[in-house]
């Protein structure tokens, strides 16, 4: 990637895709032999098929590393509550995105980064710090619900996922393949 040309993307909003979107991004940087590094904030565990996938990117430039506590187990529901263990998960998922922002990846992909503040799990100065030590070539890519207002000012590029309707609201279930 050209010097100095790195820009940071804000994925969020209360719509399906953020993820999605984020992904087909690596997909389409890794494509172009880019280094891609995703780091998964709060979504540990096994539960999310996508990296199945993404595993097999590795051999293309592709680095991922998941935190958290698995939040999700099939049939039920999601887990909201935070303990020790989920604190301590999103300090070392915030280091983590910091030793990586200071190697040689292209884009970096900080997976509902943006969610952690509202649960609690980091403070607003946490993200603030991380998005001050960016280098100027790096493509930094922040996606969750809920992004403060003092991150979505130093974002060049906000997406926002809005939700006009969704099959959720008949009763469907989160599927395989589709949702996670």
């Keep these: 990637?050209?010097?100095n040309s790195g820009k940071i993307q804000i994925y969020t909003g209360d719509g399906k895709g953020?993820?999605?979107a984020s992904l087909g991004l690596a997909i389409r940087a890794i494509?172009?032999?880019l280094k891609v590094g995703i780091i998964y904030f709060d979504k540990g565990g096994d539960y999310y098929n996508e990296r199945k996938i993404?595993?097999?990117?590795?051999?293309?430039?592709?680095e991922y590393i998941a935190f958290g506590e698995q939040r999700m187990t099939e049939g039920k529901?999601?887990?909201f509550k935070n303990n020790t263990e989920d604190l301590q998960q999103?300090?070392?998922a915030i280091d983590q995105a910091?030793?990586?922002?200071?190697?040689?990846?292209?884009?970096?992909?900080?997976?509902?980064?943006n969610t952690t503040v509202k649960t609690d799990l980091l403070k607003l100065e946490d993200i603030l710090h991380l998005i001050s030590q960016k280098p100027d070539d790096l493509e930094l890519v922040l996606t969750g619900r809920y992004c403060p207002p003092e991150v979505m000012d130093k974002a060049d590029l906000i997406t926002e996922m809005k939700v006009i309707?969704?099959?959720?609201?008949?009763?469907?279930?989160?599927?395989?393949g589709i949702e996670f």
């Design 1 to 3: 990637m050209a010097k």
């Design 18 to 20: 953020k993820t999605t």
């Design 31 to 33: 494509g172009n032999g």
């Design 54 to 62: 993404l595993d097999k990117l590795k051999a293309d430039g592709l």
């Design 77 to 79: 529901g999601f887990r």
């Design 90 to 92: 999103a300090q070392l």
């Design 98 to 113: 910091l030793t990586w922002m200071q190697q040689d990846f292209d884009l970096l992909i900080l997976d509902e980064i």
């Design 165 to 176: 309707k969704h099959y959720i609201k008949t009763g469907l279930p989160a599927r395989p």
